[in-house]
């Protein structure tokens, strides 16, 4: 064999080995770096998971609300009906003649002429269960009327002890509500307050022996809500609170949720009311 084949052979020999050593080399770090990106992206997760999901589910409810709004679906507006709009006739009521003072004597002038001004409110009002059944239990003394000064619109309350639940019921009216009727838009919301609380009203009048306080006060909320905001609409009033969830059953209780657990009074009901609702963390209001 000449000097200028054997030269060759080496030459060949060394590439060879050199190539298979490149080529081992490659998967080397091609599996280095593949096995780096699978433990980053693990890594990532974890903390991605943990900054998600509180480490502890008592939390304090100032956290809850704010991972509420985070962590459940919000859902669209949905679009209303085209309903067959029918807008009541609403009468003109005069001006309060005095300034509303910051506190009313029951036997004042200014207490019958508000006594007066309510009577007249309700006979007015279009909805002929809600004006009949108020007239009447005003007549049989099973209800009372009264005023309020808190931010409530309206409010019906009873007394109930250990389950015994009284005889005899408020209909409190925030004093702003009833005076101030100085549009045709401010007469049908106050209608509006009276065929919501008049719903209550004939929930507390049938009121049974399985009598819970928290299953109660979500589930007539539900119907007094539903059943005002079905004839605002049917009004031409589609932008009063809460009515305009009405046709998205997940979010008119998701919004009602949050409307009721401001409820000071009744902080133990939170956690049922946050089940009923649908609520994905319900636990954390324990």
């Known amino acids: ?14 590439f060879n080995s050199t190539s298979l050593s490149n080529i081992k080399h490659f998967w080397i770090i ?3 770096i593949t096995s780096l990106v699978l433990i980053s992206g693990y890594i990532a997760y974890y903390f991605l998971q943990q900054n998600n999901v509180p480490r502890n589910i008592d939390i304090s409810l100032q956290e809850v609300n704010r991972a509420t709004s985070q962590h459940w679906e919000e859902y669209p507006k949905p679009e ?15 001006k309060p003649p005095f300034e509303l003072p910051d506190r009313i004597n029951p036997q004042s002038k200014i207490a019958r002429w508000i006594d007066k001004r309510f009577i007249k409110t309700v006979q007015t009002c279009p909805h002929r269960e809600t004006r ?3 007239l009447r239990l005003l007549k049989e003394k099973k209800i009372r009327f009264g005023l309020t000064d808190m931010s409530h619109k309206a409010l ?7 389950n015994k639940i009284s005889k005899t019921g408020v209909l409190l009216l925030d004093t ?23 719903q209550h009203i004939q929930d507390w009048l049938a009121i049974g022996a399985d009598f819970e306080i928290c299953s ?6 539900v ?6 905001c079905w004839i605002a609409l049917r009004w031409g009033i589609s932008d009063l609170y809460m009515c305009d969830k009405i046709l998205s059953p997940s979010a008119f209780k998701q919004q009602l949720f949050f409307t009721e657990k401001r409820k000071k009074h009744y902080s133990h009901c939170v956690y049922k009311w946050a089940k009923l609702a649908g609520h994905p963390r319900p636990e954390s209001f324990k």
């Open 1 to 14: 064999m000449s000097k200028k084949n054997i030269r060759y052979s080496r030459n060949k020999q060394i």
């Open 30 to 32: 091609a599996l280095a």
């Open 80 to 94: 209303l009906p085209k309903f067959s709009v029918k807008t009541p006739i609403t009468p003109k009521f005069e």
């Open 132 to 134: 009949e059944g108020i």
């Open 156 to 162: 019906f309350t009873f007394g109930y002890k250990e």
């Open 176 to 198: 702003r509500k009833l005076l101030d009727l100085s549009t045709p838009r401010k007469v049908m919301e106050l209608w509006l307050i009276y065929i919501h609380e008049f």
């Open 216 to 221: 109660y006060i979500w589930k007539t909320e």
């Open 223 to 228: 119907k007094a809500h539903k059943k005002a």
